[in-house]
């Protein structure tokens, strides 16, 4: 056995002296190998990475449960803003020597000190890093390692405060230790029977690219096989030398792709999409799971080459291949899509808008069974086409009886294409039709005569508009009361302010001391009227106020989807009432820059911690520019992905178009001497790869919008289709088509040179 091993791996690189064919065919094998395992390590550890964050998280948890001669650290928690984004800020303060000190730090930070994550402290280095450092109080004075925080992502500080300034907070709690048993990371069945699926799906065309090129160069391997039998090798000798023969390539590309795994770890942080950090330390693949990989890609490769002689005998006089080719069978393949169909006509039982398990049990299921049934019905629809096509110019003809003669290669290639493309499209569909309504939020026409808004408390609000006069270029503080009020059973909101405050939150037109506006939504509703009991919060709850009756006159004003209150109320309207503690906005005009003037009322106001926080009044722009970039940035992942399986396809057809070049060198010499034009014979190869091709993407196009309808159905949102992407995704695919036409031409025109058929 050992021998036959040898043989093989000798015979795999030429028996010391390596061909060109030989070489290529190492290459490709590895390479494909290489891609694959470097695609499925990071997937294994996607489980280790979720998991040490979750058992960080677990770590940094606050226990608030008294302990026994543990003096308790007071922690006040609350978050500050960023920008789009938002820093979790913890004040801290000790009240004994055996306080507890949170994971990460080495010592409490002092009064007025910062202890900063690694990712804050990075915003805060970067240019722009002024106008957060403005945003927090106090100044930095170390870091938070890897320990203290969940993700690399996390943007979170200690702030050190005296110990009185939280115990005069009814929402400051006192902790004992910290971290809470780990759990584990729970799965449920449902999502397993969701994710495997999935996960599987999006990695056929790796595997097809695996077993395409670990059958490269067949033709001349059965030769050399049959050659060994001459010599007097059996059967199962010869299929332990094939074995061996393949798995050089594979154990190449299996060293090559741990390489490039190995690579991609050390800057995997600043590649990823989506502003997505991770610890490079976190990305260790479970070991269960890298031996089954070690395993498992050689073993493809290994059994591809020994499957593809299921149909040969080699003997030592040549190579035998049996019979006619099979006709595939249809109902297998028609039973997937057809059960896939059915569960997705069974979220038509539900309302639209509706939605629960069951619907995302039907969703999920229909969507695999679909997708693998559309899959395995490409190879027997080009069979049944070619079968009907007759006729037309001598490329045509030419390519149409080869692919009668043997569609199916070709066919499983392209069949990973069409899944991805299928969910693509899918994906593509669903987030543009959901991301159609982010921008119908309205932003009133005073927010630009009042830029700035600090959001305080009754208590702080003269504070606040005391350190907010003394900034240089403000001119004018409209603090505005944020109550609630209940009339009946119904509770609601009211906001109370000067003008310059409300048509911040409105249009709401002229406007005078006394006014009351009510606003009303496009789906119409009454105004308040009568009686309305007012309502405030203070120590972290609910307070009754006075009952107000809403006066004669109210002025009834379109609502805008960034005012959140039902009344507008000018404190002449209020008749003198005294207002319960409530939370407080203070609007701030000013002249200058936007940003330069929210940077110094933040400024001005940082002594206030946790009681007055500053940002821009728009606030909602920010997040609805993340969420269009956010959109922008999941569209360009999509598109980048699904060129990466196009490419890894492209190259499937490539190595198979080489591979039946190579194959049928002696007859496309034969033509060419007989008078074909080497442009014929081109066009024919184009004809060839492309029909699949066209075929898989028509699949893949009208499964992509059958799978978006029932979705968008049920989120009751009307479909979008993003055209631009469609026709990249054809464009490229036909590029695609050209591309591996014109790399094989050079080859084409080699084999079909005078001195070859005279070497035949």
């Given amino acids: 056995m050992m021998r036959d091993l040898a043989l093989g791996l000798r015979l795999a690189v030429g028996g010391g002296r390596m061909s060109g064919a030989a070489l290529l065919r190492l290459a490709m094998t590895a390479f494909g190998i290489a891609l694959a395992v470097a695609v499925l390590l990071p997937a294994a550890a996607v489980h280790h990475l979720v998991g040490a964050q979750a058992e960080r998280k677990a770590s940094i948890a606050q226990v608030t449960q008294p302990r026994a001669g543990v003096a308790p650290l007071l922690v006040y928690n609350w978050y500050a803003s960023a920008g789009d984004d938002f820093v979790r800020v913890a004040a801290v303060a000790a009240t004994g020597s055996n306080s507890p000190v949170p994971p990460g730090l080495s010592r409490l930070p002092a009064p007025g000190e910062l202890a900063v994550s690694p990712e804050l402290a990075a915003k805060l280095a970067a240019p722009g890093g002024s106008s957060l450092k403005a945003q927090l109080p106090g100044h930095v004075a170390g870091r938070i390692s890897r320990e203290g925080v969940a993700g690399a992502g996390d943007l979170s500080a200690y702030y050190g405060v005296p110990a009185a300034q939280i115990e005069a907070e009814a929402d400051g709690r006192k902790v004992y230790a910290f971290g809470v048993p780990y759990t584990g990371l729970g799965v449920s069945a449902l ?42 090798l059996d059967s199962r000798q010869v299929k332990r030398v094939a074995a061996a023969e393949s798995l050089v390539g594979a154990v190449i590309g299996l060293a090559a792709g741990i390489g490039f795994f190995a690579v991609l770890r050390t800057f995997v942080a600043d590649i990823l999409p989506f502003g997505l950090r991770i610890f490079p330390e976190d990305l260790v693949p479970s070991w269960p799971l890298v031996v089954v990989i070690v395993l498992l890609v050689p073993g493809l490769a290994v059994g591809s080459a020994l499957f593809g002689l299921r149909r040969t005998i080699v003997e030592p006089l040549g190579v035998v291949r049996q019979g006619k080719p099979v006709r595939r069978r249809m109902w297998w393949r028609w039973a997937l899509t057809t059960i896939g169909a059915l569960f997705l006509a069974t979220t038509l039982a539900f309302d639209r808008g509706e939605g629960g398990t069951a619907t995302g049990v039907a969703l999920s299921a229909g969507s695999v069974f679909l997708l693998v049934g559309v899959a395995a019905l490409l190879p027997w629809l080009v069979e049944r086409l070619v079968e009907r096509l007759n006729g037309g110019p001598p490329s045509w003809q030419l390519a149409i009886r080869r692919l009668q003669l043997d569609s199916g290669t070709a066919s499983r290639v392209v069949s990973g294409l069409v899944v991805v493309l299928a969910g693509t499209i899918l994906i593509q569909g669903v987030i543009t039709s959901l991301g159609s309504g982010t921008d119908r939020q309205a932003t009133p026409d005073g927010l630009a005569a009042v830029p700035v808004r600090v959001d305080t408390t009754a208590a702080h609000e003269a504070e606040v508009g005391k350190l907010v ?21 119904e509770r609601d909101y009211l906001m109370v302010g000067d003008c310059v405050a409300l048509r911040a939150r409105a249009n709401i037109g002229a406007c005078s001391d006394g006014d009351v506006f009510s606003l009303v939504s496009d789906r119409g509703g009454a105004a308040p009227a009568g009686k309305l009991q007012l309502q405030g919060y203070s120590r972290g709850g609910e307070v009754n106020g006075p009952e107000w009756t809403v006066p004669a006159g109210v002025k009834v004003v379109q609502a805008t989807d960034a005012a959140g209150d039902s009344l507008l109320v000018t404190p002449g309207a209020l008749g003198g009432l005294a207002l319960p503690d409530s939370s407080v906005a203070v609007y701030v005009s000013g002249t200058g820059d936007v940003q330069a003037l929210t940077d110094d009322v933040a400024r001005a106001v940082n002594p206030l911690a946790w009681n007055a926080s500053a940002g821009k009044s728009d606030y909602l722009d920010d997040f609805r520019a993340r969420d269009r970039q956010m959109v922008e940035s999941f569209r360009s992942v999509l ?45 024919g190869a184009l004809w060839q790869t492309g029909i699949p091709v066209v075929v898989g993407v028509v699949l893949a196009v009208a499964a992509g919008l059958g799978l978006t309808a029932p979705i ?9 289709i993003d055209l631009p992407v469609l026709l990249a995704l054809a464009g490229a695919t036909v590029a695609a088509v050209l591309l591996v036409t014109g790399l094989t031409m050079p080859l084409l025109r080699q084999v079909t040179r005078l001195d070859t058929l005279r070497s035949e």
Wanted: positive net charge.
């Fill in 191 to 232: 999502m397993l029977g969701v994710i495997l699926p999935i996960a599987a799906v999006l990695l056929l065309p790796l595997l097809i690219f695996v077993t395409t090129a670990s059958r490269m160069g067949a033709a001349q391997r059965e030769r050399r096989l049959a050659a060994l039998r001459l010599v007097g």
């Fill in 469 to 489: 006069s003394a900034v240089p270029g403000v001119t004018g503080v409209h603090p505005a009361r944020n109550l609630a009020f209940r009339s009946g059973e």
């Fill in 639 to 683: 598109i980048t992905a699904s060129l990466f399986v196009l490419a890894v396809a492209a190259m499937s057809l490539l190595m198979l178009s080489i591979e039946q070049i190579s194959e049928r060198r002696r007859p496309l010499a034969a033509l060419s001497a007989a008078g074909v034009p080497i442009g014929v014979l081109a066009r």
């Fill in 712 to 720: 968008l159905r049920l989120a009751d949102r009307p479909m979008i």
